[in-house]
């Protein structure tokens, strides 16, 4: 039984899955099985797939018979896996070698932990320009609140326990949009699970024509706040628009207007002591969790109150 179980669903890939294959081939832990999961391509993904395949017998191939999406592809995946910890990855991306490695030694050392992120770079289509850094929290209290207000993984690099994830039933089938973020709350709601990420950059994200970007658009926000608000619920039995608004206003980054300021301060201090006394965070953690939305709601003020903010802080505090 191979220790990780990477599993790449494969959706008309043929154009980068070449490097996205090599870079988990070259990882400086060799302890895995690839899973690839042919969502229904109409391009030459299968006989790309069958190629590798037989140069390397930790490889192996499923085909489904029509494009399923993406949580359809990685619970085909999940169901065939026999590794103690799953990861995914995309087709088109690329894991950096120690990426296996460093979630492995982690997940091995910190047995309280049921899965880990790590950190990466955005990249332009061949590979020859960083777009933006993709930094996430490192500790799992911030990585709660972030579920709501920010980004809270790099979810295509989440490793998680294999028990862990199917004692929640994997992805929610037929779900095409916010999966990701779903399932892991689940995890978080259904189990208390706890979360980490690692600060090194070890996945590389390309950005192209094809790939899924962060559109500031009408679909998006409301993919986003449909999942927001179904945690919302859970938390709070109710999920008020105007919140959903300005909690995606934040994880966009926009400035907020003095009302609205004031009223994301008080759904902060509301959530903040909702996962508190839910026990998703441990109450040891509040301290930590009001210094983050702090600064997540000084990055909604205009730029000069943030300079005044900060010069105060670096002449007033001790």
Same mark, same amino acid.
């Given at each position: 039984?191979p ?15 070449a ?24 391009d ?12 390397d017998e ?5 085909q ?17 896996a ?17 990426r ?30 960083v ?5 996430v929290p ?10 709501f ?48 990420n690692?600060?090194?950059n070890?996945y ?6 094809q ?10 926000k409301?993919?986003?706040?449909e999942?927001?608000?179904?945690? @919302? ?7 008020p628009a ?9 994880? @966009? ?65 001790d």
């Amino acid at each position: 039984m191979p220790t990780v179980s990477v599993i790449m669903p494969v959706f008309n890939g043929e154009a980068y899955l070449a490097e996205a294959i090599d870079s988990i081939l070259s990882q400086t832990f060799s302890d895995f099985e690839l899973i690839l999961v042919d969502d229904g391509s109409q391009d030459n993904s299968i006989d790309l797939m069958r190629a590798y395949q037989d140069r390397d017998e930790r490889i192996s191939i499923f085909q489904l018979d029509r494009n399923m999406g993406m949580a359809d592809a990685r619970n085909y995946g999940i169901a065939k896996a026999s590794g103690q910890y799953i990861t995914t990855m995309d087709c088109d991306d690329i894991s950096l070698p120690r990426r296996l490695q460093l979630q492995v030694a982690f997940l091995e050392s910190n047995a309280e932990v049921g899965a880990v992120g790590i950190s990466g770079q955005a990249v332009n289509e061949d590979l020859t320009s960083v777009l933006f850094e993709l930094s996430v929290p490192p500790k799992h209290a911030q990585i709660v609140l972030a579920n709501f207000v920010g980004v809270s993984f790099i979810y295509t690099t989440v490793m998680a326990r294999s028990a862990l994830m199917r004692s929640v039933g994997g992805y929610q089938p037929g779900r095409r949009s916010g999966e990701e973020r779903e399932l892991y709350w689940r995890m978080l709601w259904g189990t208390r699970a706890r979360f980490a990420n690692l600060p090194e950059n070890l996945y590389t994200y390309r950005q192209h024509g094809q790939s899924f970007s962060a559109n500031r658009d009408a679909k998006l926000k409301a993919e986003t706040d449909e999942v927001r608000a179904f945690m @919302l619920r859970q938390l709070w039995g109710e999920a008020p628009a105007e919140t959903l608004d300005r909690f995606y206003r934040m994880t @966009l980054g926009d400035k907020l207007g003095w009302l609205d300021r004031r009223a994301a301060k008080r759904d902060m201090a509301r959530l903040i002591d909702s996962i508190v006394s839910e026990g998703l965070v441990a109450p040891d953690d509040m301290a930590l969790l009001v210094e983050e939305a702090t600064r997540r709601l000084e990055g909604t003020m205009p730029r000069l109150w943030q300079k005044f903010l900060h010069w105060r802080r670096l002449h007033f505090t001790d």
